[in-house]
C-alpha cells in the first residue's frame, strides 16, 4: 500500500509540475504577446504624432508670409550683387533655409519608415513615400526657383504652365496621414 502511495505521489507531482510548467510557459506566451502589441501601439502612435507635427511642417515650409531678412540671412551671396538682386535672392532663398532648419525633423521622421515596414511590411512604408516624394518636389522646385534668380528677375522660361508647376510644388501639399490610419487602428 506504501509503494501504491508513492507512486501516486509520483505521478501527481509529474502532473504538478507539467501543469505549472505549461502554465508557466502559457503566461510567458501571453506576456510576450502583449509586449510586443504595446511596443507596436507605442510606435504607432508616435509615428501619428510625427504625421501631425510633419503636417506643420510643411505648413511652415510653404507658408506664404515670410521675413527674408530673419529667415535668409545664412544664404550664400554673390560678388557684386546689387540690392535689388539680394532681395530677390533672399525672398526666393526663405524656402531653402526653413527646408534646412527643418532638416533634423525629417531625417528622423522617414526614420521611422523603416520601423514600420520591419513590423507591419512594405506597404505600411507607402504614406513615408507620398511625403517624401512631395518633400523632394518642394526642394527641388525651390531650389530651381532660387537658381533661376538673373540679375533682379526670375527667368523660368517662357512657359507659363512651366512656373505655374513649379510655384505650385512649392506652395501646396498631399496629405498622407490617412493611409497610416489602416496600419496603425486596432483590428
Given at each position: 500500500m506504501a509503494d501504491l502511495l508513492v507512486k501516486l505521489q509520483t505521478i501527481a507531482t509529474i502532473i504538478a509540475t507539467g501543469g505549472g510548467t505549461y502554465i508557466t510557459f502559457a503566461g510567458l506566451h501571453a506576456w510576450k504577446r502583449e509586449m510586443k502589441g504595446r511596443r507596436d501601439?507605442?510606435?504607432c502612435q508616435q509615428?501619428?504624432?510625427?504625421?501631425?507635427?510633419?503636417?506643420?511642417?510643411v505648413r511652415e515650409l510653404r507658408s506664404p508670409?515670410?521675413?527674408?531678412?530673419?529667415?535668409?540671412?545664412?544664404?550664400p551671396k554673390l560678388d557684386h550683387e546689387s540690392e535689388t538682386e539680394a532681395r530677390v535672392r533672399?525672398?526666393?532663398y526663405v524656402p531653402i533655409a526653413r527646408w534646412k532648419a527643418q532638416k533634423d525633423f525629417w531625417n528622423d521622421f522617414?526614420?521611422?519608415k523603416f520601423r514600420m515596414r520591419a513590423l507591419f511590411g512594405p506597404n505600411a512604408s507607402r504614406p513615408f513615400e507620398k511625403v517624401d516624394e512631395a518633400?523632394?518636389?518642394?526642394?527641388?522646385s525651390a531650389f530651381t526657383r532660387y537658381e533661376s534668380i538673373r540679375g533682379d528677375r526670375v527667368e523660368l522660361g517662357d512657359d507659363r504652365a512651366f512656373r505655374q508647376e513649379i510655384d505650385a510644388a512649392v506652395w501646396a501639399f498631399r496629405q498622407s496621414r490617412t493611409k497610416l490610419d489602416r496600419y496603425c487602428t486596432p483590428r
Open positions: 501601439i507605442e510606435l509615428i501619428i504624432a510625427q504625421f501631425y507635427e510633419a503636417e506643420e511642417k508670409m515670410s521675413y527674408p531678412s530673419v529667415e535668409s540671412p545664412d544664404r533672399d525672398t526666393h522617414f526614420s521611422y518633400l523632394r518636389t518642394f526642394t527641388a
